[in-house]
């Protein structure tokens, strides 16, 4: 089984077909990304030099700690793409994972290759070739266009090469090679390295002249495609690597517990198969210290265990030699306990359970997007609106991201939405209209235990969902896939069914102002609807404004409820919604909202609630009005003022 065609016969061939259609479908289901860094540390930074998008640049790029080769291998792709007028982000993208994954796929085969002779038993042999293909998290992993996989990758080739064989100064080129573009794209696999050579020293007992050549080749590598590509996209020299240390020994980036990688390597892959994977990396440190993946992957451990800043992806890189620690310490299992009540035991309970979770844990993973959620209303955007109309994006309690740079829709304007009587109102505008909320907080915003059923009543379609039903059930059995976290997508089709007593109301376009006072802040230079909007500057802080005899609302009035679009040339945080009441022989009533609106120079919908106190029918007057202090130019128009 050690030859080349060896496995790419028979049902090694048949497993080799299985993982390449996983692998592709899961790069084109899993778009977005699994954390920002994997874009903002490389795809915003690719825009520095291929011009084709204003990037989003972070502050890392001005410490000057981020290895660029990876930037400049995702510009040469998006140069490529220009040629090729493929103009749509989310397509650029996947064909970089399709990439990533045909990568993967080939490192790991060629490293299959290299070790599987380590298993004389037939049987393991192709249970550690499915295991190294199919483990339910190599295929999403493997996708990737992040540093951690990338260093993954080229430090199992490293240690493929290795294990081929050193004797021609070839392979020790190569071998040297891979080494140093495992270290430039994630400089902690520096430790993996480190781990390795010392087992290849003492365990192995390999020369020192052996790697001379190794040396010379990593110095040179590191030199043109670490320095020299630092060197280009930071204009002067710099070691990235190194200054990337020094940031995280100040320990700015957080503090975790010591053992928090332990307790990912149990939960993270579920229990079915994080327990048997602790398992064997303390089985084999025991029964065999002298494993060559044990050296590699302690020190990574050990290191990175003592640094404040940790997250479960620093540990995506050893995900590649989980398989072959499995089936290791399956082996050595195997040669202590030779009872046919054990064999029975794992071949008709442990191993059925083994595969029916990877089965399970492949099959969401290939129909939902990347980790992080944030980028999938505009995916939707971008796939059923064309770039020049406006869309309304409200959004209750989540982290959903109108991005910069890279993914730039200059035509989404995201609200939140506090509560479904909001929703409701704000969605009474002819702009196409989509809203976004965790499932676990459905039911919550809506009041209600049918929730789709009450978004229905009120216009809203179920349009997208970040999983389908079936996978978003099953999240509960994988630690790694938070289950409060899954989003729903709606749209708005334009049929309102109202909700709620409403006591009064009141409301202007900025053309009918009967109620309204300072309408001489009325200008026909911006507006939302019909010819006009109220402007708001340093000359004119007070906006148009409600005024109206206290005595017009119902006493039982307990929430005012206030809509409006805002237009911000310029964004700031110095503007409020402000509910004024006077008494004539008490001192004025004054409640404000701040405004918060996210994107400069587009038409944005903005809701707030005022409780009202018990007495407030008692007051003479109430004004209701925009108050601008920035000194900035912002507009308003539609407003609407609701009392329930």
Same mark, same amino acid.
């Given at each position: 089984?050690?030859?080349?065609? *060896?496995?790419?016969?028979?049902?090694?061939?048949?497993?080799?077909?299985? *993982?390449?259609?996983?692998?592709?479908?899961?790069?084109?289901?899993?778009?977005?990304?699994?954390?920002?860094?994997?874009?903002?540390?490389?795809?915003?930074?690719? @825009?520095?030099?291929?011009?084709?998008?204003?990037?989003?640049?972070?502050?890392?790029?001005?410490?000057?700690?981020?290895?660029?080769? &990876?930037?400049?291998?995702?510009?040469?792709?998006?140069?490529?793409?220009?040629?090729?007028?493929?103009?749509?982000?989310?397509?650029?993208?996947?064909?970089?994972?399709?990439?990533?994954?045909?990568?993967?796929?080939?490192?790991?085969?060629?490293?299959?290759?290299?070790?599987?002779?380590?298993?004389?038993?037939?049987?393991?042999?192709? @249970?550690?070739?499915?295991?190294?293909?199919?483990?339910?998290?190599?295929?999403?992993?493997?996708?990737?266009?992040?540093?951690?996989?990338?260093?993954?990758?080229?430090?199992?080739?490293?240690? /493929?090469?290795?294990?081929?064989?050193?004797?021609?100064?070839?392979?020790?080129?190569?071998?040297?090679?891979?080494?140093?573009?495992?270290?430039?794209?994630? !400089?902690?696999?520096?430790? /993996?390295? !480190?781990?390795?050579?010392?087992?290849?020293?003492?365990?192995?007992?390999?020369?020192?002249?052996?790697?001379?050549?190794?040396?010379?080749?990593?110095?040179?590598?590191?030199?043109?495609?670490?320095?020299?590509?630092?060197?280009?996209?930071?204009?002067?020299?710099?070691?990235?690597?190194? $200054?990337?240390?020094?940031?995280?020994?100040?320990?700015?980036?957080?503090?975790?517990?010591?053992?928090?990688?332990?307790?990912?390597?149990?939960?993270?892959?579920?229990?079915?198969?994080?327990?048997?994977? %602790?398992? *064997?990396?303390?089985?084999?440190?025991?029964?065999?210290?002298?494993?060559?993946?044990?050296?590699?992957?302690?020190?990574?451990?050990?290191?990175?265990?003592?640094?404040?800043?940790?997250?479960?992806?620093?540990?995506?890189?050893?995900?590649?030699?989980?398989?072959?620690?499995?089936?290791?310490?399956?082996?050595?299992? +195997?040669?202590?306990?030779?009872?046919?009540?054990?064999?029975?035991?794992?071949?008709?309970?442990?191993?059925?359970?083994? /595969?029916?979770?990877?089965?399970?844990?492949?099959?969401?993973?290939?129909?939902?997007?990347?980790?992080?959620?944030?980028?999938?209303?505009?995916?939707?955007?971008?796939?059923?609106?064309?770039?020049?109309?406006?869309?309304?994006?409200?959004?209750?309690?989540?982290?959903?991201?109108?991005?910069?740079?890279?993914?730039?829709?200059?035509?989404?304007?995201?609200?939140?939405?506090?509560?479904?009587?909001?929703?409701?109102?704000?969605?009474?505008?002819?702009?196409?209209?989509?809203?976004?909320?965790?499932?676990?907080?459905?039911?919550?915003?809506?009041?209600?235990?049918?929730?789709?059923?009450?978004?229905? %009543?009120?216009?809203?379609?179920?349009?997208?969902?970040?999983?389908?039903?079936?996978?978003?059930?099953?999240?509960?059995?994988?630690?790694?896939?938070?289950?409060?976290?899954? !989003?729903?997508?709606?749209?708005?089709?334009?049929?309102?069914?109202?909700?709620?007593?409403?006591?009064?109301?009141?409301?202007?376009?900025?053309?009918?102002?009967?109620?309204? +006072?300072?309408?001489?802040?009325?200008?026909?230079?911006?507006?939302?609807?019909?010819?006009?909007?109220?402007?708001?500057?340093?000359?004119?802080?007070?906006?148009?404004?409600?005024?109206?005899? =206290?005595?017009?609302?119902?006493?039982? %009035?307990?929430?005012?409820?206030?809509? %409006?679009?805002?237009?911000?040339?310029?964004?700031?945080?110095? *503007? =409020?919604?402000?509910?004024?009441?006077?008494?004539?022989?008490?001192?004025?009533?004054? &409640?404000?909202?701040?405004?918060?609106?996210? $994107?400069?120079?587009?038409?944005?919908?903005? !809701?707030?609630?005022?409780?009202?106190?018990?007495?407030? =029918?008692?007051?003479?007057?109430?004004?209701?009005?925009?108050?601008?202090?920035?000194?900035?130019?912002?507009?308003?128009?539609?407003?609407?003022?609701?009392?329930?």
């Amino acid at each position: 089984m050690t030859t080349k065609t *060896a496995i790419f016969q028979g049902k090694y061939l048949i497993t080799i077909i299985a *993982a390449v259609a996983m692998f592709v479908v899961t790069a084109v289901s899993n778009y977005g990304y699994y954390h920002p860094d994997e874009h903002y540390q490389i795809v915003e930074y690719a @825009g520095i030099k291929t011009a084709t998008f204003e990037p989003t640049i972070s502050w890392e790029y001005e410490a000057q700690i981020r290895p660029m080769l &990876q930037p400049a291998i995702c510009a040469g792709f998006l140069k490529v793409f220009s040629w090729l007028s493929i103009d749509d982000p989310f397509v650029q993208t996947m064909l970089m994972r399709i990439f990533t994954a045909f990568l993967s796929l080939a490192v790991i085969l060629y490293f299959v290759k290299n070790t599987i002779s380590a298993f004389p038993d037939e049987r393991k042999r192709f @249970g550690y070739f499915v295991v190294s293909l199919l483990l339910w998290f190599i295929p999403c992993l493997s996708v990737r266009f992040s540093s951690e996989i990338y260093g993954g990758l080229f430090f199992i080739l490293s240690l /493929a090469i290795y294990h081929s064989g050193l004797e021609s100064r070839k392979s020790k080129v190569l071998f040297g090679i891979s080494l140093a573009l495992s270290f430039i794209f994630r !400089a902690q696999m520096g430790l /993996a390295i !480190a781990g390795f050579l010392l087992w290849s020293l003492i365990i192995d007992r390999k020369k020192l002249k052996t790697f001379v050549t190794p040396f010379f080749s990593f110095v040179l590598t590191y030199l043109l495609l670490g320095f020299c590509i630092d060197w280009w996209f930071y204009g002067e020299p710099v070691f990235s690597q190194f $200054r990337y240390m020094a940031e995280v020994k100040e320990g700015r980036f957080g503090d975790r517990p010591w053992w928090y990688y332990l307790q990912e390597i149990v939960e993270y892959p579920t229990y079915f198969v994080g327990i048997p994977l %602790a398992l *064997a990396i303390i089985f084999l440190l025991i029964r065999n210290p002298k494993n060559p993946y044990i050296w590699s992957f302690l020190p990574f451990l050990l290191v990175h265990s003592l640094i404040g800043h940790k997250e479960a992806r620093f540990m995506f890189p050893m995900a590649f030699l989980a398989p072959i620690i499995l089936v290791s310490a399956y082996t050595e299992v +195997g040669k202590i306990i030779r009872h046919e009540r054990f064999k029975q035991v794992a071949n008709c309970i442990i191993l059925p359970i083994f /595969a029916a979770v990877n089965i399970l844990g492949i099959a969401i993973e290939m129909n939902k997007p990347a980790r992080d959620d944030s980028l999938f209303p505009t995916r939707y955007i971008n796939d059923n609106f064309s770039s020049d109309e406006d869309v309304n994006l409200f959004v209750h309690d989540i982290v959903t991201c109108v991005p910069n740079g890279f993914y730039e829709r200059g035509n989404i304007a995201k609200s939140q939405c506090q509560n479904f009587f909001q929703l409701q109102y704000m969605s009474d505008t002819c702009r196409p209209t989509l809203f976004c909320c965790y499932s676990s907080k459905l039911k919550e915003f809506t009041n209600s235990d049918e929730p789709i059923s009450a978004m229905n %009543a009120i216009g809203y379609e179920l349009v997208f969902s970040y999983v389908p039903q079936w996978a978003e059930y099953l999240f509960k059995f994988f630690p790694s896939f938070n289950q409060d976290e899954v !989003a729903y997508l709606f749209r708005y089709n334009g049929h309102t069914k109202p909700l709620g007593k409403i006591v009064a109301q009141f409301g202007t376009d900025c053309e009918n102002t009967d109620g309204w +006072g300072q309408t001489h802040t009325l200008s026909t230079e911006k507006a939302f609807s019909s010819n006009h909007s109220s402007k708001t500057d340093a000359e004119n802080p007070y906006g148009i404004t409600l005024e109206r005899k =206290a005595t017009e609302i119902d006493a039982n %009035a307990q929430i005012l409820t206030v809509f %409006a679009h805002i237009y911000e040339e310029n964004l700031t945080d110095k *503007a =409020a919604i402000v509910l004024e009441a006077n008494k004539e022989d008490a001192n004025t009533y004054w &409640q404000s909202s701040p405004i918060t609106i996210e $994107r400069a120079n587009i038409w944005t919908s903005f !809701a707030c609630d005022f409780a009202l106190p018990n007495d407030f =029918a008692k007051n003479t007057a109430f004004k209701v009005y925009l108050y601008n202090t920035s000194g900035e130019t912002i507009y308003i128009d539609d407003i609407k003022a609701i009392f329930r």
